[in-house]
């Protein structure tokens, strides 16, 4: 099953993403990435229901949170 | 054993402070955010709630919560990263080493420093401030409240007088978080430093800066780094994270101490800042009473009543009387309290003071021993 990830440069970052993802009623899961999967090296990132990725994406931009990309694994 | 040396730090520490350091130690054991594993994610859930505490008692962002090891990191940090090439820094007479030192070393660098005088008078205070600002001022550093005697400053009205003319306004709040209610947003703050271990009861290891929105996102960009090292993010980058807080929070955090911060901020929420303020104040007062009229003892700044009772007693040397306090089982702090600008302000000596600094702990009925020392010491 294809697993989505909305990727962060920063743990802190993606930890208020899945707080505020949370005052929605949007469940998601905190995860680490390894340096293949991102440009920068390690990351961080909020794994959500791929049925839900643009409305946490919406959710994440109204409320100025800075994530990277989304990566589907 | 009685202990007045709450200024130094605070003892004992609220039990629920203990219980989550050992259960952080055997539970949440991971380096926050380094690894995929659920012990180093605990850790990172741990160390951000406790972020989002600070955030929301002092007015700012979790996000822009930047732990140290101490006040004096946080304050160095918070001073030489927004610091120029050019300009002048404001510092008041009542500042800690730990502002007057990184200040000193900036001055060395090319930068100029003013110090105005902090009066027990509000409207005095003030206007010694605005006498020192010049058109070069680009930093204020205050310390809202000494850790030497009772004198604060009026912190909502230097915020304002800076916001006005774009200076950047540092507090350091060492001395009464905890036990004063500080709003960043209120008095215009731009970076808030204190340590957990003190009024905010956590243990020692762990200090914080909370810097304003005004550093937020991209803007974080700007300040310069103190320390480079691991972030947990963007490894194969050569330099810090472009946002707060990584960027300033260079290797391991202390976990442990960040939720033993987190466990003393409840606490401290929980009894209410007010609530300790007052009993703090009857504490002062009533030591204040004993020692102000008694002949052969001068109590420096009677008048302002707060945490901290700062005397001498004639003809006693302040590091022979904390000797003899000791011998009674009495904690006190004597000397210069790492803070010799008060002291040459107050004019208390070649040898400083004797300081007894109160807290939550401490019961008025503990002044009773406190005063038969200080009657034992008067020759």
């Known amino acids: 099953?294809?697993?989505?990830?909305?990727?962060?440069?920063?743990?802190?970052?993606?930890?208020?993403?899945?707080?505020?993802?949370?005052?929605?009623?949007?469940?998601?899961?905190?995860?680490?990435?390894?340096?293949?999967?991102?440009?920068?090296?390690?990351?961080?990132?909020?794994?959500?229901?791929?049925?839900?990725?643009?409305?946490?994406?919406?959710?994440?931009?109204?409320?100025?949170?800075?994530?990277?990309?989304v990566i589907y694994k | 054993m009685i202990y007045f040396d709450n200024a130094a730090t605070s003892y004992p520490k609220p039990p629920e402070v203990l219980r989550i350091i050992y259960k952080t130690m055997t539970e949440y054991g991971g380096n926050p955010g380094r690894s995929s594993h659920s012990l180093s994610l605990a850790a990172a859930k741990m160390v951000y709630q406790c972020r989002e505490s600070i955030a929301e008692h002092f007015g700012g962002n979790p996000e822009n919560v930047v732990f140290t090891y101490n006040a004096t990191y946080a304050l160095n940090i918070a001073v030489k990263s927004v610091a120029g090439k050019y300009g002048r820094i404001l510092i008041?007479?009542?500042?800690?080493?730990?502002?007057?030192?990184?200040?000193?070393?900036?001055?060395?660098?090319?930068?100029?420093?003013?110090?105005?005088?902090?009066?027990?008078?509000?409207?005095?205070?003030?206007?010694?401030?605005?006498?020192?600002?010049?058109?070069?001022?680009?930093?204020?550093?205050?310390?809202?409240?000494?850790?030497?005697?009772?004198?604060?400053?009026?912190?909502?009205?230097?915020?304002?007088?800076?916001?006005?003319?774009?200076?950047?306004?540092?507090?350091?709040?060492?001395?009464?978080?905890?036990?004063?209610?500080?709003?960043?947003?209120?008095?215009?703050?731009?970076?808030?430093?204190?340590?957990?271990?003190?009024?905010?009861?956590?243990?020692?290891?762990?200090?914080?800066?909370?810097?304003?929105?005004?550093?937020?996102?991209?803007?974080?960009?700007?300040?310069?780094?103190?320390?480079?090292?691991?972030?947990?993010?963007?490894?194969?980058?050569?330099?810090?994270?472009?946002?707060?807080?990584?960027?300033?929070?260079?290797?391991?955090?202390?976990?442990?101490?960040?939720?033993?911060?987190?466990?003393?901020?409840?606490?401290?929420?929980?009894i209410g800042v007010d609530e300790i303020a007052d009993h703090e104040k009857k504490l002062f007062i009533r030591a204040n009473e004993m020692l102000y009229n008694t002949n052969g003892v001068t109590v420096y700044v009677p008048q302002c009543s707060g945490s901290i009772l700062l005397f001498n007693i004639e003809g006693v040397l302040p590091s022979e009387a904390a000797e003899v306090f000791d011998s009674d089982n009495i904690c006190v702090r004597a000397g210069?309290?790492?803070?010799?600008?008060?002291?040459?302000?107050?004019?208390?000596?070649?040898?400083?003071?004797i300081r007894a600094s109160f807290g939550a702990y401490n019961r008025l009925s503990e002044l009773d021993s406190f005063y038969r020392v200080v009657k034992k010491l008067i020759k």
């Open chain 1, 1 to 69: 099953m294809t697993r989505c990830i909305i990727t962060t440069s920063t743990i802190t970052i993606a930890l208020h993403g899945q707080k505020i993802l949370g005052d929605y009623a949007v469940g998601s899961t905190l995860v680490k990435l390894s340096s293949n999967e991102t440009k920068q090296g390690c990351a961080h990132g909020i794994q959500v229901n791929c049925s839900s990725v643009d409305a946490a994406k919406n959710i994440l931009d109204r409320h100025g949170v800075k994530y990277t990309t």
């Open chain 2, 92 to 270: 008041s007479d009542i500042e800690h080493n730990a502002v007057y030192r990184p200040v000193t070393a900036l001055t060395r660098t090319g930068l100029g420093c003013d110090i105005f005088h902090v009066s027990d008078n509000s409207d005095e205070t003030i206007k010694n401030f605005c006498d020192k600002l010049c058109g070069e001022t680009k930093i204020v550093v205050v310390n809202l409240s000494s850790n030497v005697c009772g004198l604060s400053v009026p912190a909502d009205k230097i915020g304002q007088l800076c916001r006005e003319r774009g200076i950047i306004f540092i507090a350091d709040a060492s001395q009464c978080a905890g036990s004063k209610n500080i709003n960043m947003e209120k008095c215009c703050i731009d970076i808030l430093c204190a340590p957990g271990h003190k009024g905010l009861m956590g243990p020692q290891g762990c200090g914080f800066a909370v810097f304003g929105s005004a550093f937020s996102g991209e803007n974080a960009a700007n300040l310069k780094t103190f320390a480079e090292g691991g972030s947990g993010s963007a490894s194969l980058e050569r330099t810090m994270p472009a946002f707060l807080p990584e960027r300033l929070e260079a290797g391991t955090l202390s976990t442990p101490a960040i939720a033993g911060l987190l466990a003393g901020l409840n606490f401290v929420k929980h």
């Open chain 2, 336 to 353: 210069y309290h790492c803070a010799p600008l008060p002291h040459n302000m107050l004019k208390t000596g070649k040898n400083g003071a």
